[in-house]
Each structure stands twice: as C-alpha cells, then as structure tokens.
C-alpha cells in the first residue's frame, strides 16, 4: 500500500555510476573500431599496428583517435594563440548558454501565459490553437534568416528562435497539465465557493507540474538546438553555432576541433537536461512517483 | 427531526450564529424537477421531488441506480441547477447557501490532493476562506482527531488505505465547520469490513457533532443503520416514493445490527424500493440513464 516516496542518494550514485560506464563504453566502442578498420598506428615514426580492415569511416580525417581529440583542446585554439581550444570552447558555450538559457525561460513562461490563458477562454483556444500548431510546421531552418533580416545579427534573434523553439511542447503541455485535475476536484472547489484563481493556483498550476517538467526536459536540449541554429546561419561572431560552423570548414585540416566542439555542445546540452531533471526532483519531492516522464 | 439522540458534546462542529431559526429545516425542496439534454430530447432525471431536512438530521437517499439521487445531493449543494422548484438550504436559495459555504461535500473518491500532506489536505477550505494560519493549525490537528488520523497528518494521501483516505475526506468537509454535511456514496467503493467500521464512524461523529447529514447510498443496510429517516427513490422519473422513519435506539452499534427491528426496518425499505420499482418499470423509458448524463455532463 505505501508508495516509495523519497529518492534514496543510492539510487542517484548508480544513476552516476552508469552514466560513466555509458561514456566508458562509448570509448572503448570508438577505439576498437579504430582499431580494427582505422588508419596504422605510428609511435616515434614506427609502426606499431596495422589494422586488419580499412573502412573509410575509421580514417582519421573522419573519426580521430579519441586522445587526439582530448590533446587538442589543451593546444591553443589556433597557432600563437593564447586561448586553449578547450578554453575557446568553453567560452562559446557559455555565451551559448546565456542566449538558450534565456529563450528557454522566455519560452517556458510563454507557454505557460498560453496555456493559462487556453484553459481559461475556449473562445481564445479555439481561435489561437491551429495557428500555435501551424508555427511549429515551419522548419526553424527556413525562419532563422527571416528572424535575423528583420532583427539583425545580434543576440536577440538568437533568443527569438530558441523561444520559438520552446514555447510549443511547454504551451501543450501545460494546457494538459491544467485540465488534468479529476472533474470532482473542480466541483469540491465550486462546493468551496473558491475563485478561478483559487482553483488556479491550489488544483491546476500544481497538478500540471509534472506536465511541465516532461516539457521542460525536452526544451531544454531545443533551447541550445535554437541557439546554435540562430548562430551559425546568422552569421553570429561568438557562440558554439559560430564555433561548429567555422570548425566544420577546417575539418579536412583538423577535425579534431569540431569533434571537441560537438562534445563540448554534447555536454552542454545533458548538463542543462540535468538541471531540468534536478528541479523536477525537488520540486516533485513527496509526490508518487507514477508516470513521470 | 431525528430519533432521541445524545447530546452534542467534545469537538464542536456547527459554527454559531447559523442563519435562520433553530426550527428551520436545514434543507426545504419544494417540487424540484431535474431535465436534462436538449429541447428536442430531454430526459427527466428528476420530478416533484418534496423533502424537507431538519436541523440535526441524518437522511439517506437511496434508489436503483439511474433514479437521481446523486443528482438531487448536487442540487441541494448548488453544483448543478433545478429546472422547476427551489431548492433552500437554510432558508436561503442553494446558491446562496454555496456561496455563504454553508455545507461540506464528500464524494465516492476522497479527491485528494497528491501534493499536499494529509494535514494540508484538511487545512484547503481554511485557506480559501482566509482563516489565518494558527486556527488553521488547530483546525486541522482537532479534525484528524475527530476522525483519528492524528498520527498520519504528515503523511500523502497516496501512503493511506482507501478507508484513511475517505476519513481524510471526512476530516476536510467537517474542517470549515460547515451546517450541513452531503455525502454521495461514500463507502461505495470500500470494501465491507471496512464499510461497516467506516459506517460506525461516521454516526460517532455525527453524534459528537450534531451536524445535519444528507447521505447518498445503494446498500439498504447502510441507509438503515445510519439514518433519522431513508427516503426512498425511485427511477425515471426519479421521485421520492415513500420515506422510512427508522427508530432505532441510539447510540447504534453491533447490537443495532443484530437487533430484529433492524432486519424488519432492512424488509420495509427493500420493499418500499421494489413498489418504487414496479410502478417506475411501467413508465420505463428506453432512455439513457440520467445519472450518468449527469456525471459525465458534469463541470469540465
């Protein structure tokens, strides 16, 4: 009958734990290919192995070896500069960071406002709805230089496309969230006598909290997905979407940078999903634990 | 009103200062008639219904299923409209009487909030209706008391039996110290062990309290123990048939259930149910049941 409320720190430790072992794995997969289809491994200009097959894919131009990659984020970003590339990158993260941070507050609090306001007003639901879901059929590929020609190439139409990004799954979500609670639960309150902000804020805002979160989880990665779409085609001087582009143009010189730019962008992005999933944590203590996603 | 009952005594329930005189029935319905659906196809879920409730009263509704009774607490609680007839509660119009809070409502599932601990479930209507936090406390604390839950009040309602959570019900409803208690099936869906002991329950607190209760149920033994008076329903239209004076000794216990004129009282209303029955199967209609357009017609 009773319900396992509280989270024990053991099973926090494993989720560590197997985490690790998740990126372990990918490395060892990552160099056993290598080492059976990747280019001849040379130390001191001798040969000291000879992979059996040669796949095209192993190559070193297209998949370097994975400390290749780690020994190049300690050089400097480019020859005679200061800046390591690890450095470099992770300043690009996080103006990165600032701009998808933004439009994923931006986003969530409008999708928030929107659905508050759906749930409220049939009349206003009826009439915003399919233009709501009709926004999200445009690729942000295409609106991302319309954003940018009628904003210029600054910060702000960064964050206007990673909010466009993110205020969709929160708005449907939420207008989920707030009609969730059981019809009875709206009539005890009518038996009350309570206002609309009263069923407001005591019954729909709490019980559509795990509707927001499962959004949450998924606008968080969209923010940075925005952010960097924003960058790289618009023309942005800083940020990871400049890094990734710039990069991707030396790739046959140095692939090594854009592959420590995506896991740079790789590790922001579950970082920030992290956060998300430790504020639903807190956030949720002491409710059952069915059905989160 | 009701049999010879004990004092009111220990945990005060009724607010003082109640509108009205103290000879007033709590509940008046005079000629109340329920229709549901459209112009072209209504279904007559209730007719002429006259019943009047005194102060201190324990009254059940009970009818095969379809008859209106849920649909005639809901009215008598405001959460849906009369199409003919008023409906008075405490000589005011149900509206009013809502707005005033004038009564507690318990529904089949105890609708408990998973985020709220046991204690704050109980302390919601406090909330809304402004009473600060130190009587809320108290408030809280006295009615986990009252229904014997002290020990859970930090508990989630999800962490209780299904019993526990239907007290907590209880608990909320009799929280802001309302006149009038309605109950819609409460204990349908306990099982009977532990309906019975709920059953007990339930007239310790009416007994303590003296709170006027309108009871909702289908088990003819559960209308017999509980209640002042049963009136009995019957279906489409729903109406009240016949209404059963039960003059059981109080306080009721085992014994009361063991006790000949409870198995007599038990034959009247089963019978009183089965005339109901046959005079309603002759105006059968093939229409849907009313109670369930209404409950799934319900607020959205």
């Known amino acids: ?248 143009q030396q790739y046959a010189i140095s692939p090594e940078k854009l592959w420590a730019s995506i896991f740079v962008t790789a590790g922001l992005g579950i970082l920030f999903y992290l956060a998300v999933v430790g504020a639903e944590q807190w956030v949720l203590r002491g409710r059952p634990q069915a059905a989160f996603g | 009103m009701g049999a010879a009952r004990p004092p009111a005594g220990g945990i005060r329930v009724n607010a003082t200062g ?99 601990t046991v204690e704050d479930n109980v302390r919601l209507p406090l909330e809304l209706f402004g009473h600060d936090r130190a009587s809320q406390d108290r408030r809280a604390s006295e009615m986990l008391e009252l229904v014997g839950l002290t020990e859970f009040a930090k508990r989630h309602p999800y962490e209780l039996s299904g019993g526990m959570q239907q007290r907590v019900a209880i608990a909320r409803a009799l929280a802001f110290s309302p006149s009038l208690l309605l109950m819609d099936e409460p204990f349908g869906a306990l099982d009977e062990m532990t309906r019975e002991r709920m059953n007990s329950e339930v007239l310790s607190i009416w007994e303590r309290t003296g709170i006027t209760v309108v009871f909702v149920t289908h088990s003819i033994p559960e209308a017999v123990f509980l209640s002042s008076r049963v009136a009995v329903m019957s279906a489409r239209p729903g109406r009240v048939t016949r209404i059963v004076e039960v003059d059981l000794p109080r306080p009721r216990g085992l014994e009361t259930r063991e006790s000949p004129r409870y198995f007599n009282l038990i034959i009247e209303v089963r019978e009183a149910l089965r005339a109901g029955d046959r005079a309603g199967a002759a105006s059968e209609a093939t229409l849907a049941s009313p109670e369930r357009t209404a409950a799934e017609g319900g607020i959205g």
């Open chain 2, 18 to 116: 109640e509108s009205g005189a103290a000879d007033q029935p709590v509940v008046r319905l005079t000629g109340v008639g329920k229709t549901f659906g459209a112009m072209d196809a209504p279904v007559v879920a209730l007719a002429d219904i006259n019943l009047e409730i005194g102060r201190g009263e324990f009254v059940s509704l009970i009818g095969p299923s379809g008859c209106g009774k849920s649909t005639l607490l809901r009215l008598i609680g405001d959460l849906t409209d009369a199409t003919d007839g008023s409906v008075e509660v405490n000589g005011k119009p149900a509206r009013r009487a809502r707005l005033d809070r004038d009564y507690g409502m318990v529904f089949q599932s105890p609708v408990l909030f998973d985020w709220r």
């Open chain 1, 1 to 248: 009958m009773t319900v396992q409320t509280a989270r024990p720190r053991r099973t926090i430790l494993r989720r560590i734990v197997s985490f690790l072992v998740f990126i372990v794995a990918v490395l060892v997969v990552w160099e056993a290919f290598k080492l059976l289809a990747g280019d001849p491994i040379f130390v001191d200009g001798e040969k000291i192995w000879d992979p059996p097959l040669t796949v095209w894919l192993a190559t070193d131009v297209n998949l370097p070896h994975t400390w290749v990659i780690w020994n190049r984020t300690l050089a400097p970003v480019t020859s005679g500069a200061k800046e390591s590339l690890g450095g470099y990158l992770i300043g690009q993260a996080v103006f990165t960071m600032r701009e998808s941070l933004t439009g994923f507050a931006i986003g969530g609090v409008l999708g928030i406002a929107l659905a508050t306001l759906f749930v409220h007003f049939r009349l206003i639901e009826r009439a915003f709805v399919p233009y709501v879901v009709a926004s999200q059929t445009i690729p942000i590929i295409a609106l991302a230089p319309l954003i940018m020609f009628f904003t210029g190439h600054n910060v702000s139409s960064v964050i206007i496309i990673a909010t466009y990004l993110c205020f969709f799954p929160v708005t449907i979500a939420m207008l989920r969230g707030l009609r969730s609670p059981d019809p009875r639960a709206l009539e005890l309150m009518r038996s009350y006598a309570a206002s609309r902000r009263a069923v407001l804020w005591k019954v729909r805002f709490p019980a559509s909290l795990p509707y927001l979160f499962t959004a949450l989880k998924i606008t968080a990665t969209a923010s940075i997905v925005g952010a960097i779409v924003g960058e790289g085609p618009g023309g942005m001087q800083e940020g990871l979407g400049r890094a990734l582009m710039f990069f991707s």
